[in-house]
């Protein structure tokens, strides 16, 4: 079975930053892409940043040049760094890992949300 951890969410006033961790943990055989979305009161869940394990990387147009995702691949964990932050980028951030584990001598697809953490800019 794979879990999947969110932490670093805060409060932080608008220009500072944060950095989201995303750890994946269990019978983890691969982690093949890490993606970072959020969502806001009222409003439906967005994709933030993805990275493969290829280190490829895709970005939302409104965090592009302020977001950046990485990965530690030795540690099953993705990143998210946060600069620059605006009052329009509280939401609660989510974290899906997907990838393979493996069971035995038999390996499956795994595609896992994390429970989400808070970010929170004040205007």
């Known amino acids: 079975q794979v879990h999947v951890v969110e932490s670093g969410g805060d409060s932080v006033q608008p220009g500072g930053s944060l950095r989201l961790s995303c750890t994946a943990s269990?019978?983890?055989?691969?982690?093949?892409?890490v993606g970072w979305y959020r969502q806001a009161p009222g409003k439906q869940r967005e994709l933030v940043a993805t990275?493969?394990?290829?280190?490829?990387?895709n970005y939302a147009d409104s965090v592009k040049g302020r977001f950046t995702v990485d990965r530690d691949n030795t540690k099953n964990t993705g990143y998210l760094q946060m600069n620059s932050l605006k009052p329009e980028d509280s939401a609660v951030y989510y974290c899906?890992?997907?990838?393979?584990?493996?069971?035995?001598?038999?390996?499956?697809?795994?595609?896992?949300w994390g429970q989400g953490t808070q970010v929170t800019v004040p205007s």
């Open positions: 269990g019978s983890i055989w691969s982690l093949d892409a």
């Open positions: 990275i493969t394990s290829g280190g490829s990387t």
């Open positions: 899906n890992a997907k990838g393979h584990t493996y069971q035995g001598m038999e390996m499956r697809p795994f595609d896992i």
